[in-house]
């Protein structure tokens, strides 16, 4: 397996098992919690399942990066999550949408699907540019 198909199969991997941490736990969300604002609840609570796990797996697995102490990693960390904000607000913009114009769970989770895929390679070229890259180039950068 070449550098770049082992990088794509991985990133895939990684990425599916983000986006099922994010829509199991929406739809457990969904089934304990009926109130006001539930479906932006699960969305939030789906999110933020998913973030770490990402972060972690593509960190080490992805990029073999290794940040040189625990307050180096925080900002990793929050720099990794600020460039998926744009891209998170694309994956949230298409599973609201499905929601909207087709009415079912069924509809909203494909459409979450469908912008979480468009969202993770978007995340990947920023990630890959600004974010696990080497001290002088992300200075140049």
């Known amino acids: 397996m ?3 198909t082992r990088i794509a199969v991985f990133y895939a991997i990684f990425a599916l098992l983000a986006s099922l941490a994010n829509l ?6 969904v089934l304990v919690y009926h109130g006001p604002w539930a479906i932006q609840i699960s969305i939030a609570a789906g999110t933020l399942a998913g973030l770490p796990l990402k972060y972690v797996l593509e960190k080490r697995f992805i990029f073999a990066f290794a940040a040189d102490s625990l307050s180096h990693d925080g900002r990793m960390f929050v720099l ?3 460039m998926g904000v744009f891209t998170t607000a694309l994956f949230w913009m298409t599973e609201w949408a499905f929601h909207i114009a087709f009415e079912t769970d069924l509809m909203r989770y494909t459409g979450g699907a ?6 993770y390679v978007i995340k ?4 890959k540019r600004f974010v696990f890259v ?4 992300a200075e140049s950068a």
Request: glycine residues 12%; proline residues 4%.
């Open 2 to 4: 070449t550098g770049m």
């Open 80 to 82: 990794y999550s600020f």
């Open 134 to 137: 080497a001290p002088s180039r």
């Open 124 to 127: 990947y070229q920023l990630d």
């Open 114 to 119: 469908i912008g979480l895929t468009l969202g």
């Open 24 to 29: 199991a736990t929406q739809a457990f969300v």
